[in-house]
């Protein structure tokens, strides 16, 4: 039985339901479409009769509230209100099914040497950024049943790259090491929280500050730390109960003291279409410092207002894509790769 916080709903259209498809609307009546008018009408009502969408939703939270049952295959419910996104590629990996072949791996070793070895000749820095999976983080809480291999595609592609000079940034290991002290990853959701991005940041900024000794790394004194209530998140939302439920959302925002920043909007980088894949630019005060670019993933919205004071420019492009030019349009002084490990066979998508 879960025991997250549940909050009491009212029956109205304000639930979160997502259907993958748009649904029918009301039909006009013509004479000469009177034979399929009916069906059409069905159609309609089926999708839009009175508290169709709360309903779906009190149906889910039964079925999860009481019986622990899960509508979405892509779902798995764990231990003490832990859910886990488990498309069948993401237990592949964890079960120690789901490597890369000899070919493939030679493959992403053979072009991220070549990205370092481009991007050295222009004086940039080069490092791959992997944020963990939550099973990865937290396998306690899974079932029981579910059995967690001791090596995934994410050992296999640090074991080969580590004898190249790419940089690559494993953050299982500084997150096992704080995951008792702070919550790092929501319940609910597939995505970390503001914790995991401050402690990934700082671990991000160690690496540069070996080649930037004047960057500024700030601590976690240099934050105001506001813990709020965010509805259901997005394993949540995939099983119809985002609505329902609720937990601590962990807000870090820079205290007074720190250097100010800008947040823009360039027109000229407004090509994603959905909504979901923002494009963010900061600049700092500073223009002397150096200039940060970042290829990302969803990841980035719980990390990248970390590193805006300490750049005097910082691009995040949500994209697996290895942009050359907008590396060439950015002119940054680092470029860093950065996506979940579940998302790692994308690395070299082009």
């Not at 939270?61 to 859910?83: I, R």
């Not at 995939?238 to 823009?264: A, S």
């Not at 993933?297 to 590193?307: A, E, K, P, Q, T």
Request: net charge negative.
């Amino acid at each position: 039985m879960f025991q997250l916080k549940w909050n009491v709903v009212k029956m109205d259209n304000s639930f979160h339901i997502t259907e993958k498809r748009e649904l029918a609307i009301k039909p006009e009546f013509y004479f000469d479409s009177i034979w399929n008018y009916s069906i059409k009408f069905n159609d309609y009502y089926n999708d839009n009769f009175g508290f169709r969408i709360p309903l779906i939703s009190y149906n889910n939270y039964v079925k999860v509230c009481w019986f622990d049952l899960a509508s979405n295959s892509k779902v798995t419910f764990g231990k003490e209100d832990w859910m886990y996104y488990t498309v069948p590629k993401v237990i592949d990996n964890h079960q120690g099914k789901g490597y890369f072949t000899e070919l493939e791996m030679s493959r992403i070793k053979t072009e991220l040497v070549q990205r370092k070895d481009s991007l050295t000749a222009n004086g940039v820095q080069y490092f791959v950024v992997i944020a963990p999976d939550k099973i990865s983080v937290y396998p306690e809480y899974l079932p029981d049943d579910f059995m967690v291999s001791d090596s995934s595609e994410l050992d296999q592609f640090i074991g080969v790259m580590k004898n190249t000079d790419v940089e690559i940034i494993d953050l299982r290991k500084v997150f096992f090491k704080h995951k008792h002290n702070q919550q790092l990853y929501f319940k609910s959701d597939s995505h970390w929280n503001q914790h995991a991005g401050f402690i990934a940041y700082q671990e991000i900024m160690n690496t540069i500050q070996e080649i930037y000794p004047s960057v500024i790394s700030y601590a976690v004194t240099d934050f105001n730390i506001d813990i709020r209530d965010r509805i259901g998140g997005d394993i949540a939302e995939l099983i119809g109960i985002k609505d329902f439920i609720y937990e601590e959302n962990p807000f870090y925002e820079y205290g007074p003291n720190t250097p100010c920043f800008d947040k823009l909007k360039p027109k000229e980088y407004e090509f994603n279409t959905n909504v979901w894949k923002p494009t963010y630019v900061f600049e700092a005060e500073n223009t002397k410092l150096p200039r940060l670019l970042v290829f990302n993933d969803s990841y980035v919205d719980y990390i990248h207002h970390f590193f805006a004071p300490s750049f005097s420019r910082s691009a995040f492009f949500w994209m697996y894509e290895f942009r050359r030019d907008l590396i060439q349009k950015e002119n940054p002084d680092i470029v860093i790769q950065m996506m979940v490990e579940r998302s790692l066979d994308k690395i070299i998508v082009e």
